[in-house]
């Protein structure tokens, strides 16, 4: 029986109370373990899906419309040409979103359905994940998913240790050590036990923070406090473990992982927000046209009107002109419709559609190695891809592979690891590099490369130094090795930087097997020792360094120490003087080629100095006060005096192209913050690494307070850029430049408080005018958080971007996420708009794919516009010669097609193939970017433009034909002054201009764009001609009454003369104003043409290098960034130790062997 409160009881399988402190007021606890990140059901679908849709205007505007159509006293159209379009809009886009629910719905049964073992009735049994309850009992394996998050009972380490992964989490892949209290450890996996298990469990309510849990269990009587070190939360994977057993406390939605997940939202462009702007504008200008023709009808009716009732009688209900003017308004509403057409939405909708394939078609966004393309998994967001100022990114596994590589070392004033050709010139490695061989050592790792052979060879010649160094590699750490078959090496590292370490003194034969709490045992050359650990002086963020005592064989007293090189040489012997001026020479080299460094230094120790000085510590770390301070004196007694060894430098792996790719955003205006739950050294390191932090930056400021106060000084004081304070809060924080370049580092216990409501304010502004934020050690619901707050107070386009499960609330707020298929499970993919599998294919998402739709979504929104303005506005001025009786100019089925077959291809070929240069210029002009990021090229002035056009194409397309028809005889003599001729004629003229005009829009002709231009006016003239024919009269005599009207009108050479006129009047001065302003203020496109057509005929441009990028920089050490304090004195205490390996001690190998001559160097 599981008890929640006093009033919630639930039968299960075993008797634990759980009792929730009231720290959340009305917060109601979920007990079921399912999940659900879908939006609909069988049931909710259509009205929920018809709610979201009618919330855009347009749409709700076209049902008004069909309301009226439906009433015959003002009805001038049939209700089939609204219902038809709205329904097909409505469809196509109910489809897409049920589509996107199913997805999400597939993908919530298969975490639902997970198989998990839980404990009922005493014996395990296999339930799925959504069944599990609060309360339950259940057995996890090696490599299982945690369920849910669980109080950790017992499992099959030593002292119930259990190893995890918490990658999904806070994106760190080294693992972390949980410990069961002992009170549960004694029930181990004795299934009697464990159901007979009875305790009382308080704990705080549900919450987001990853990093802390407060809670008791009331066990027979005694209470034990519960904190996070005990919890293994859900989203963390068992690694290492055979088994253990855990109490679920949280279970689906209140687990920590779904609290930081963030809702899913419906997604709208900036530019949907616009046109939602503009339709509003153009209802009320409808509504002026429709009460300024409404009005000039009442009076038209009661001063003339009266004069033709006998052959224009009132329709049936009208006795008054005010009243007919009153039906007159919702007539005109009808047929002015078209300034805003229901095909419009359709168009984008289709445009978008296009776009999105040319995503996942693209053959330059696929990755062989895992045989992953790019996806837009969603349709509605290119074009916001063109408009992206800030990207918000992950750091590891998204700019990084998380994979650490020994890359160089210097040993005794000599670097290693660099090639050189027969010339003494040093040469690029590259997957043709011949790689050192290391087959002569059994034991080696076959996954590990190394190219500079003389190392191999210093070790083979036994070169005391070298021997050392790599002596040192392999005592001074806390690693732990795994060895289930003979040979087969694993080891488990708390920092990836020591497994990167260990593993390359493993290759160079120096390879550590196994430890005991009082022994480390090292195969040196094929050589089996063991050495007495007699001390192990930990690792903290103060000392960033960590050293170990040990006994050789020989009897031998040495400390090795290895740390960051800014401490070590501060602890430096007075001899070490010239080696270090090497040594720092190497440093500077390494820490130029963004590679992670730190310093390793030995001292032999006297025996009765240490006899003494190990009384002293033994007194010191049982100590009841100043323990921390007693042992700190203490090490850096020991630690003086030190003997320089050399240098490391590891390679943090990044994806490949992640630097140039930065260097091309920030170029293209782009700002990069970069958001991870790695500590603070680690992102800085990858900062540098990645070129987004550089030396020639005027100052990288780091805050790191610990009060809301140290916060707002260091925002402040510190960093010197401060703000008038205003009386209230404002919308919107103007773009503002800082006096020099900038970077900014934040800590995720500091950002806690500036994300306050009193600081949000003053940090937002500081960072953005910083050209690079950096925010670490921040939980995934902090993400969410500072894109919020970009959000809010910048009137710019965000983007998310990451991995893993801890990115997908950033992923979900930003206005566009991007996941990436890497290690770190699907998650990220799972809730993103657009995925692929390396951060390096962002630039071209956005230089190429996104300015291209954005540009193409522009210019389709302003052909559109323009094109029914000029439509719709000639009834408008024909009504002031119609006695504003609400009669077309149009023949209705000229007005039926207009939209839909006539301008529809044309403007859809400039929309899905226009580009403005091509995919090579975009990515080598990143500036082209920067105005789709100022929104330059379709705003509300670009908008007014536009209508000002199609207002005066509007004039110019009804008085050029009405002129020319005026008291107009044909050649035989015979009157078309008629209203079917003048009809004609203007349709004709109207659709000649606006195919003349797309031909001026459209930058980049294809086969498509001909085809579809000459084939809609073809298909106009032979639509046209067939419905005016005596034959189709015959057929549908009430249908088609413009019988003969084509051939009698359209063969008249003044005619045609008024058409050529109608279309030079409409054009000449767009192409006069195009001109002068190409001339006189050209766009970025407009340059890079220019240049194009000089510069690209004469000498096509050079392919970019693939060159590493150096830089000159200061050195940071890399050394145990995700290291944790105190894991030494674990290691000492011998709880974290399996049985002793029975291949630790055995096998053995001499690279001086026959079996290995030949394969030596």
Known sequence: MVVMDPILTIPNKTFVELELLPTIK???VNLNNSIKTSKYNFFTFLPLNLFEQFQRIANAYFLFLLILQLIPQ?????????????????????????????????????????PVQVLINGMLKDEKWMNVQVGDIIKLENNNFVTA???????????????????????????????????????GEDLQKLTEFNGEIKCEAPNNKLDKFTGTLTLRGEKYALDNEKMLLRGCTIRNTEWCFGLVIYAGPDTKLMQNSGKTTFKRTSIDRLMNVLVLLIFVFLALMCLILAIGNGIWEYDKGYYFQVYLPWAEGVHSASYSGFLMFWSYVIILNTVVPISLYVSVEIIRLGNSFYIDWDRKMYYPPNDTPAQARTTTLNEELGQIRYIFSDKTGTLTQNIMCFNKCSINGKSYGDVYDMSGQRIEINENTEKV??????????????????????????????????????????????????????YQAQSPDEGALVTAARNFGFVFRARTPETITVMEMGETKIYKLLAILDF??????????????????????????????????????????????????????GLRTLVVAYKNLDEDYFQDWIRRHHEASTALEGREDKLSELYEEIEKDLMLLGATAIEDKLQDGVPQTIETLAKANIKIWVLTGDKQETAMNIGYSCNLLYDDMEDVFIIQGSTSDDVLNELSDEINIRFEKHSKTPKLIPDEQANGVYGLVITGHSLAYALEGNLELELVRTACMCKVVICCRVTPLQKAQVVELVKKYKAAVTLAIGDGANDVSMIKTAHIGVGISGQEGMQAVLS??????????????????????????????????????????????????????????????????????????PVLGMSLFDQDVDDRWSILFPQLYVPGQQNLYFNKTVFFTCMLQGIYSSLILFFIPYGAMYNTM?????????????????????????????????????????FFIWGSLSVYFAITFTMYSDGMYLIFTASFPFIGTARNTLSQPNVWLAIFLSITLCVLPVVGFRFLKAQLKPTPSDKVRRWFIKEAKKQPPPPSP????????????????????????????????????????????????DKYKHKGL
């Open 26 to 28: 009305n917060n109601v």
């Open 74 to 114: 003002i009805s001038s159209l049939a209700w089939f040409t609204t219902v038809v379009p709205l329904v097909l809009v409505l469809a196509v886009s109910g489809v897409k979103d049920a589509i996107d629910d199913f997805n999400r719905h597939k993908s919530d049964k298969h975490v639902n359905n997970r």
């Open 149 to 187: 998050d669980l109080l950790l009972l017992s499992s099959s380490e030593p002292h119930s240790l259990t190893y995890i992964e918490t990658a999904e989490l806070d994106g760190e892949t080294n693992l972390k050590v949980k410990q069961a209290l002992t009170v549960t450890a004694e029930l």
């Open 437 to 490: 061989d290391f087959s002569y050592n059994p034991l080696a790792d076959p996954k590990f490369a190394f190219y500079d052979h003389s190392l191999v060879e210093a070790v083979k010649l036994g070169d005391v130094p070298t021997h050392r160094f790599f002596r040192l590699l392999s005592l001074c750490h806390t690693v732990m090795p795994e060895e289930k078959k003979e040979g087969n090496l694993v």
């Open 540 to 593: 903290n963020n103060v000392r960033k360094r960590m050293s170990v005592i040990v006994r050789s064989p020989e009897g031998d007293l040495t400390l090795y120490c290895k740390g960051a090189d800014t401490i070590l040489y501060e602890l430096l012997h007075s001899s070490c003087d010239s080696l270090k001026e090497e040594t720092t020479e190497h440093l500077n080299e390494f820490a130029g080629e």
């Open 832 to 905: 993103s708009d657009f995925s692929f599998a390396q951060f390096r294919y962002l630039q071209r998402l956005l230089l190429v794919h996104g300015r291209w739709s954005y540009i193409r979504m522009c210019k389709f929104l302003k052909y559109f516009f323009y094109k029914n303005f000029a439509f719709t506005l000639v009834h408008f001025w024909y009504g002031f010669f119609s006695g504003f009786s609400a009669q077309t100019v149009y023949d209705e089925w000229f007005i039926t097609l207009y939209n839909l077959v006539y301008t529809s291809l």
């Open 970 to 1010: 044909r050649s035989d003599g015979k009157a078309i002054a008629d209203y079917q001729s003048f009809a004609l004629m203007a349709q004709t003229c109207l659709l000649i201009v606006v195919s003349v005009q797309i031909g001026l829009d459209t930058s980049y002709w294809t086969v498509v764009n001909q």
């Open 1106 to 1153: 693939k060159r590493r990028l150096r830089r000159t920089s200061t050195r940071r050490s890399g050394y145990a960034f995700s290291h944790q304090h105190g894991f030494g004195a674990l290691i000492m205490s011998g709880r974290n130790m399996r049985p002793k390996s029975p291949f630790a001690t055995t096998g053995t190998f001499s690279p001086n062997s």
